[in-house]
């Protein structure tokens, strides 16, 4: 008799791959269309594929062509990617993560008054900074996995709370080199060396710094998907949350890492928003879930759990931000980009719903 579960069977099985078609054998054009589609990496490329058109046919007199686009689209999607590598850890184990804005940016707020205010080192600033974004998202999973609150609801109140957190240690202020005296004066500092660091460009200056930290989360964040003994607990809770605690799997453990590596990964994303525009802001982060969520979804993963991964989630921010880079070099303006982003996530959804 096979131990593992039907359900968590078929959830393990739909994480690897689309499953053979076991009915008749099937023929003609439409039937061929159909199959394809049924390919998580053909439905996660096609709208890729799309935006690389239009960018090629709208190339704002050849300047899509131009490694430096591609290179500055890389460095400017880099914040949402990591933002999007937790929430995709969220959305496969069934939930979703609203606050990973908000803790941007009092992670941002918090990392400039210590680094460039307190002048404290980046080896001292930057572990307390992960520990509240992963307290943050812990608290999330807190009143998600302990006390069984809608993750809409839970992660809605900590938004909120983090929002008004970072207004309140910033006084309402942008945090940057320039420091409010007692008498009313304002004296510039230099930025510590930290902020000219992550922001730096290698290899020929061919390639963000940040960017290469995007990637590591993908890298990393992969790791424990696929390779990890928890990884497979994620995609157990996401696809039957039933099943998964009847087989002996710790749901409240799996929600808990989930959201704090949400929190952990936001941290992560303030910490670079901070570098590149060289000040806390406490209004940082506003609608970037929505970014984040729109990069999950176009990638592939399933806003129902169970389903996804993170490669995907890196063709998810390729395409968003391909879309708002071709966006950019024509002029289109920020409140079409945004609609057009909502837009999109609609789209993708319809577009996941694509069955045998």
């Not at 159909?34 to 799309?50: D, G, M, S, T, Y």
């Not at 807190?142 to 006084?171: D, E, H, N, Y």
């Not at 390639?207 to 590591?216: E, S």
Request: include cysteine.
């Amino acid at each position: 008799m096979n131990e593992t579960p039907t359900a968590e069977r078929e959830i393990l099985l739909d994480a690897r791959g689309p499953r053979a078609d076991t009915g008749a054998p099937v023929s003609g054009q439409k039937s061929v269309l159909r199959i394809a589609f049924e390919r998580p990496w053909v439905r996660a490329l096609a709208p890729l594929c799309f935006v690389l058109i239009i960018g090629a046919v709208f190339n704002a007199q050849g300047s899509f062509f131009k490694w430096g686009t591609h290179r500055d689209m890389l460095r400017q999607v880099s914040v949402y990617g990591i933002l999007a590598c937790g929430m995709t850890l969220v959305i496969i184990t069934g939930g979703i993560d609203l606050a990973v804005g908000s803790i941007l940016g009092v992670c941002a707020v918090i990392f400039s008054i210590l680094s460039i205010h307190l002048g404290w080192s980046a080896w001292a600033a930057i572990p307390l900074v992960v520990l509240a974004g992963t307290t943050c998202g812990l608290l999330s999973g807190g009143m998600v996995a302990r006390f069984r609150m809608q993750p809409f609801i839970a992660t809605l109140a900590v938004m909120v709370f983090a929002r008004g957190l970072a207004k309140w240690v910033s006084g309402g202020q942008k945090i940057s080199s320039a420091v409010l005296n007692p008498d009313g004066s304002y004296k510039y500092v230099d930025l510590p060396r930290i902020f000219s660091a992550l922001d730096h460009k290698i290899l020929g200056e061919n390639i963000a710094v940040v960017t290469l930290i995007f990637l590591a989360c993908i890298g990393l964040c992969r790791v424990l998907l696929a390779k990890l003994r928890w990884g497979r607990y994620f995609y157990a809770t996401g696809g039957n949350e039933e099943a998964a605690r009847l087989s002996g799997i710790p749901i409240q453990g799996v929600k808990l890492l989930a959201y704090g590596m949400s929190g952990l990964l936001s941290a992560v994303a303030g910490i670079c928003q901070a570098v590149q525009e060289q000040q806390g802001d406490p209004e940082a982060g506003s609608t970037y879930e929505l970014s984040a969520i729109a990069i999950v979804v176009m990638g592939g993963t399933s806003l129902n759990g169970g389903r996804g991964g993170m490669l995907f989630t890196l063709v998810g921010a390729m395409t968003i931000g391909y879309l708002e880079k071709i966006l950019s070099i024509n002029a289109v303006g920020e409140a079409s980009r945004l609609m057009l982003t909502g837009s999109i996530i609609v789209a993708a959804v319809l577009f996941q719903r694509v069955r045998k």
